[in-house]
């Protein structure tokens, strides 16, 4: 069942929840991506039977929840995540991110701080996307004000990238500077993945100060990673970090 959580800028936000033992399970969605994506189905599902506790949202402007995309940030979107975790959970919370979901996993993270975290794990993480993946001729189209429009291989619309957006989101670059975070964290990413490099995992490992890093290639995965064997590694990295915290 959805639930909402109004917010004080006056967005209301789709939510589900089930509850059970902790460490809570919050899974943060790729652009355009919302909670009924077959990651998130199967994550809630699993953490249902398994007894654990897991929330799903939608970002503003996504799914379920109100508000236009286009005027969608990273930042608006963290606090998003922020303020459902304050209101919903107690306690740690083990964060999954999927591809910009990935990103925002870790904005959330530095907010949180390491006594809320009992670990994150990435899905074809994407940091840094609005610098590595548009070239100089969409960035100067980004900077001007006008929207950049790219081809969408998961749906039949053009997938739009808004100036707002970008603009925000190199404000929030973390590649080219140590990551102060010092908790468990699992990668998992496709070598195959057309939309980000696999080499962004690994300067992501390099960049994070934790010690405690596994980063899992898949040769022949792609950027969604839904497979069946796909979601079979996401639900024992998920249940790895929830037996040690």
Partial sequence: MTDFLDLPDGHRIAYRLTRGTGPAIV????????????????LFDWAREQGRTCLLFDYSGCGESGGDLAEGTLSRWR????????????????LVGSSMGGWL??????????????????????PD??????????????RRGETVLEDNPYGPDPTPTYPGFWSDAQSHLLLDAPIPLD??????????????PWQTSL???ERLTTPDVLLLLSKSG????????????????????????
Avoid: N
Avoid at 27 to 42: I, N, Q, R, V
């Fill in 183 to 196: 908790c468990p964290v699992t990668l998992l990413q496709g070598q195959a993945d057309a939309d980000v």
């Fill in 105 to 126: 996993m870790l904005l959330v993270a530095l907010k949180l701080g390491k006594d809320r975290l009992a670990g994150l794990v990435g899905i074809a993480a994407a």
């Fill in 27 to 42: 899974f943060l969605p790729g652009y355009m991506s919302d909670m009924a994506g077959s990651k998130a189905s199967a």
């Fill in 79 to 94: 606090d998003e995540a922020l303020a459902l975790i304050e209101a919903k959970l107690d306690g740690p919370v083990l």
């Fill in 222 to 245: 792609d950027h969604r990673l839904s497979s069946g064997q796909d979601i079979a590694r996401l639900l024992a990295a998920v249940e790895g970090h929830l037996t040690r915290a």
């Fill in 129 to 142: 996307f609005s610098d590595w993946g548009y070239d100089d001729a969409q960035k100067a189209q980004l």
């Fill in 203 to 205: 300067r992501l490992v």
